[in-house]
């Protein structure tokens, strides 16, 4: 799609939200050794929580080439939502379970490829190539609106309730909200009005 069109459209309005949404969830990384204090670990352990985002973050992005290759980018996009929720949601239940603490920081990595690996192929999909770093870069500024809100308002919900778990509670939300965003761009991708090869080529004969 042209970028003068594509930025009228609601997969256009979809990507913009889904790039800062995603990005909201790099403000829980800094609050990580907090939350472990907050249940009782060590700063060491807290620390180490960090780690195990990294390493889960490499690991997942190798998972998501191959997923992307066999089942899609749309489907793909959807596990790494939902690995992230169940990040989350380990997080609300670890207690004093260690291991399940770490398993959730590792699945929680996920949220890392979904902005480096995933959001420029869900845009290259539902645009084409035509425009699309254009495109991609004018999605990428909810990276930036949204996203910054991040570190501030889970700090405020801690500050206001004593306990991270209305922080994790907001971020499952935030995965159902990405859920549906990346769901409604691919419904509507359909009515979106791709050049033709000709029109590209005539636009450039122009110029």
Known sequence: MPLAKALKTVPFVCMFLFSGLIAYFAGFNSHLPGYAQSIGF??????????AVMVGNVVEKLLVGWLNDRVGVQFT????????????????????????????????GAQNSLVSVSTPLLVRQLFGERDFPAIFTYARIGTGV????????????FDATGSFVPAF??????????????RLAYARRGKLAWAEAGDALDTQASN
């Open 146 to 157: 949204i996203g910054c809100l991040g570190p501030v308002t889970v700090a405020a919900i």
């Open 77 to 108: 996009v959807n596990i790494q939502l939902a690995m992230v929720a169940l990040g989350f949601a380990g997080f609300m239940f670890a207690g004093d379970n260690l291991v399940l603490l770490y398993a959730s920081a590792f699945l929680f």
């Open 42 to 51: 060590s700063a060491l352990v807290g620390s180490s929580l960090l780690t």
């Open 169 to 182: 509670a907001l971020g499952i939300g935030i995965t159902a909200l990405g859920f549906a965003t990346v």
